[in-house]
C-alpha cells in the first residue's frame, strides 16, 4: 500500500509510520521470545527427566541395604536378646555391609528408637545408646512400612537420605534397620565448570534440601504453613536452621508448573563475578514416592538478546520499506510533472536513468559484498571447527605433559641415589668386602620398589590403590628416607634435631609413600636454605590418641604469605627451576590414607622457619597390643 494513496492529512502519515514501526517491532520482539521460550521450556524438560531419573536411580540402589540386614538371623537375636557379645558381632557385620553398600552408616534399633548396633561404633558420632524414636523413619518403619527422610543428622550434624525396614520375626516388629546415604556427591556431579544451570531439589515442606548454589541450600519458595513448621520442630530434621525465604520474584507462571522468575545472580569462585539480579526458566519434576520436587534453571539472557535482535531486525526491515515506498512516491512525482512538459521529459528521463543505473549498481555492490560476508563467515566458521580440535588435542597434550613431568619429578631423586650405591657397590667389590657390597645392593633394590610405587600413581587416574591404608613404621620410614638424603650433593650441611617416643609408632599409609613424602618435605627444606648457611631440621614425632603427629621444621626463611593457600596446588612452585609437583604429590599420597598436610610459618619468637604438620592414623592392631 502506497502512503500516496492514503486520505491523511500530511501530518498524520508520519505519525502512523513511527505507530506501525513500533508495533512491527514489539510483535517481533514478543513472538522471537515466546519461540526461544518455548525450545528452553523442551530443552530443560528433558534435562529435568534426566536429572530426576539419576536421583531416583541413584537413591533406589541403597533400598536394598536395610532390607538385606533386617533379614538376618543375628540382628533378630540382638533386638531379642540384647548382650555385648552379639552387639560386638553385629557392630563388625554392619561396617562390612556399609563397606561393601558404600553408604554414610548402617544401623540397628530397637523397638523404642535406640541405636544397639552400628557401623560408625568407632567414630566420635557414633550412633550406638542415641535414641531416634523421635524421627519419621523410624516411626514408618516401626509402623510396617519403609521409612524414608532427609535431615540433618542429629549426632554428625551432616545432613543425609535415611531408609528404614522393619524387622519381623513370627509375625511381630521387634526393630528396625535404617541406613543413612550422604548425597553430596549429586551436587558436586552438578557443579561443571561453565554450566549455565541453576539445580535445586525442596522436599514435600517446599525446603530446598540440595542445590548447586550452597547459598540456596536450607531455604524457601514461600512461608511454611504452621503444621509443616510444627514436624519440621518436632522431628528436628534440619536442626538450628532457621529455613529463610529465598529472594525472588515471579514474573510469569506456566500452566505445567513451570514459571519466570527473577533471582539475585550468585557469587562463585571459578566464574567471573556478575552482580545484579536475572531472570531465569524453572522446570519441575516431582520425584516419586518422596514427595521430592527438583527444579532446573536457565538464565534467560541469550534469549532475551535473541529477542531483542530479533526487534532490531524488523525495526530496520520496516524502515527500509518505508524509505522504498517513499522513494517509489517521488519516482512517480516525477514522471507526472515530466508528461506535464514534453520538452523536459527526455531531459527527465535521461537523469531517471542515470539514477536507476546508479542504485542498481549499488545494489549489485552491495549483493557483491554480501556474498562475500557470506563466504567470510562459512571460512571462519571452518577456522572455529579446526580450532576446536586442535585445543582437544592440546588438551590432550597437556594432561600427558603434566603426568609426565609428576613421574620426572618423583623418579629423580631416587635415580640420583640409585647412581650413588650402585658406585659404591663396584668399589666395595672391588675391595673384596661383600657385606657393604651386599648393603647396598639391598638399600638399591628398595630404591627401585620406590620406582615402581612411583610410576604406579599413574594407576590412580583409573582405579583405587590397594595399599595405601598399611601398617608402616615411622620410625623405619624415615630411617630409609635420612639413608637416601645422604646420598644427596651437600648433604654434609644438614643437621637433624630428632624427637621421638620411647615406643616406636606404626601408622596407616603406604610405606615407600611415607618415604617419599618425608623425602620430599626435607629436600625443599634444604633447598630452602642458602647454600653458604648450615641447615637444621628439627623432627618430632607425638601421639594424640588415635593419631600420630608429626612435625617437620626447618631454619630457612619460610614461605611466602601469598603462596601459603596455593603450596599445595600443582605445578605451582616458589623455586627457580621447580615443578611444582612435590608438595601436591605428597598431599595426595596423605589423602589416600586418610590423613592430612599443613604447614605454618613460625613466628620469631619460635626461631622463625616453616613447619610442616602430618597427621596419620595409628594402626588399630597396635592399640590392641598395647593394652594387652
Not at 515466546?34 to 525450545?39: A, I, P, V
Not at 503444621?227 to 514474573?251: C, G, M, T, Y
Not at 643437621?495 to 618415604?515: F, R
Amino acid at each position: 500500500m502506497a502512503f500516496g494513496k492514503w486520505p491523511l492529512r500530511p501530518a498524520l502519515a508520519p505519525l502512523l509510520a513511527v505507530g506501525s514501526l513500533v508495533m512491527l517491532t514489539w510483535a517481533s520482539y514478543a513472538w522471537v521470545k515466546q519461540r526461544q521460550l518455548d525450545e528452553l521450556h523442551r530443552t530443560l524438560d528433558s534435562r529435568a527427566e534426566l536429572y530426576a531419573a539419576s536421583i531416583g536411580g541413584a537413591l533406589n540402589k541403597y533400598e536394598f541395604l536395610p532390607l538385606a540386614v533386617a533379614q538376618s538371623d543375628a540382628v533378630a537375636q540382638l533386638l531379642e536378646q540384647p548382650s555385648a557379645d552379639k552387639v560386638t558381632q553385629i557392630n563388625a557385620y554392619l561396617v562390612d555391609m556399609n563397606r561393601r553398600a558404600g553408604a554414610f552408616a548402617v544401623y540397628v534399633l530397637d523397638d523404642k528408637g535406640t541405636t544397639l548396633a552400628s557401623s560408625n561404633w568407632q567414630d566420635r558420632s557414633s550412633y550406638v545408646g542415641v535414641n531416634y524414636g523421635f524421627r519419621p523413619y523410624f516411626k514408618n518403619a516401626i509402623a510396617g512400612g519403609i521409612g524414608r527422610f532427609y535431615g540433618i543428622g542429629f549426632s554428625t550434624f551432616e545432613a543425609g537420605y535415611f531408609i528404614s525396614q522393619p524387622v519381623l520375626r513370627d509375625g511381630r516388629i521387634i526393630g528396625i534397620v535404617a541406613a543413612k546415604v550422604n548425597l553430596d556427591w549429586i551436587e558436586q556431579s552438578w557443579r561443571t565448570p561453565g554450566a549455565g544451570e541453576q539445580i535445586w531439589v525442596k522436599d514435600a515442606n517446599g525446603v530446598i534440601i540440595l542445590a548447586t548454589t550452597q547459598a540456596f541450600k536450607f531455604k524457601t519458595l514461600a512461608p511454611l504453613s504452621p503444621a509443616a513448621k510444627n514436624d519440621i520442630s518436632e522431628q528436628r530434621q534440619f536442626l538450628q536452621e532457621n529455613l529463610p525465604i529465598l529472594p525472588h520474584k515471579v514474573l510469569r507462571q506456566f500452566a505445567d508448573g513451570a514459571s519466570v522468575m527473577t533471582l539475585e545472580r550468585q557469587q562463585s569462585g571459578d566464574t567471573p563475578a556478575l552482580s545484579g539480579s536475572a531472570d531465569y526458566l524453572a522446570v519441575n519434576r516431582s520425584l516419586g514416592p518422596l514427595q521430592w520436587q527438583i527444579t532446573v534453571l536457565a538464565e534467560l539472557d541469550q534469549v532475551n538478546e535473541a529477542a531483542r535482535n530479533a526487534a532490531m531486525a524488523a525495526a530496520l526491515g520496516w524502515a527500509l520499506l518505508l524509505l522504498a515506498q517513499m522513494y517509489a512516491r517521488q519516482r512517480r512525482r516525477r514522471i507526472a510533472d515530466k508528461l506535464n512538459a514534453q520538452q523536459t521529459l527526455a531531459r527527465a528521463y535521461e537523469q531517471l536513468e542515470i539514477k536507476v543505473e546508479q542504485r542498481t549498481a549499488d545494489l549489485v555492490h552491495a549483493n557483491g559484498r554480501l556474498q562475500a560476508e557470506v563466504a567470510e563467515r562459512e571460512r571462519a566458521e571452518q577456522t572455529l571447527r579446526y580450532a576446536q580440535a586442535e585445543l582437544v588435542q592440546s588438551g590432550k597434550l597437556a594432561a600427558i605433559g603434566q603426568m609426565a613431568a609428576g613421574v620426572t619429578h618423583e623418579l629423580n631423586q631416587p635415580l640420583a641415589a640409585l647412581q650413588t650405591f650402585s658406585d659404591n657397590a663396584k668399589v666395595f667389590l672391588a675391595r673384596g668386602r661383600i657385606d657393604d657390597a651386599l648393603d647396598n645392593l639391598s638399600t638399591i633394590s628398595d630404591l627401585v620398589k620406590r620406582l615402581g610405587y612411583v610410576t604406579s600413581q599413574l594407576k590412580g587416574f583409573a582405579r583405587r590403590s590397594d595399599d595405601a591404608r598399611k601398617p608402616v613404621s615411622v620410625r623405619q620410614a624415615f630411617a630409609q628416607t635420612m639413608l637416601q638424603i645422604r646420598t644427596r650433593k651437600h648433604s654434609q650441611r644438614l643437621t637433624l634435631h630428632e624427637s621421638w617416643l620411647e615406643d616406636d609408632i606404626i601408622v596407616l599409609c603406604n610405606a615407600i609413600g611415607l618415604e617419599q613424602v618425608f623425602t620430599n618435605l626435607i629436600t625443599n627444606a634444604m633447598d630452602a636454605v642458602p647454600e653458604s648457611e648450615p641447615v637444621h631440621i628439627w623432627f618430632q614425632v607425638r601421639r594424640e590418641g588415635e593419631l600420630a603427629v608429626l612435625h617437620i621444621t626447618d631454619n630457612g626463611p619460610g614461605i611466602p604469605l601469598a603462596s601459603l593457600d596455593k603450596i599445595f596446588d600443582p605445578f605451582y612452585t616458589t623455586k627457580e627451576h621447580g615443578l611444582g609437583l612435590g608438595l601436591s604429590i605428597s598431599a595426595g599420597i596423605l589423602r589416600a590414607a586418610g590423613s592430612a598436610l599443613a604447614v605454618r610459618n613460625r613466628s620469631a619468637q619460635e626461631g622463625g622457619g616453616a613447619q610442616f604438620t602430618i597427621t596419620l592414623s595409628c594402626d588399630p592392631g597396635e592399640r590392641d597390643e598395647g593394652h594387652i
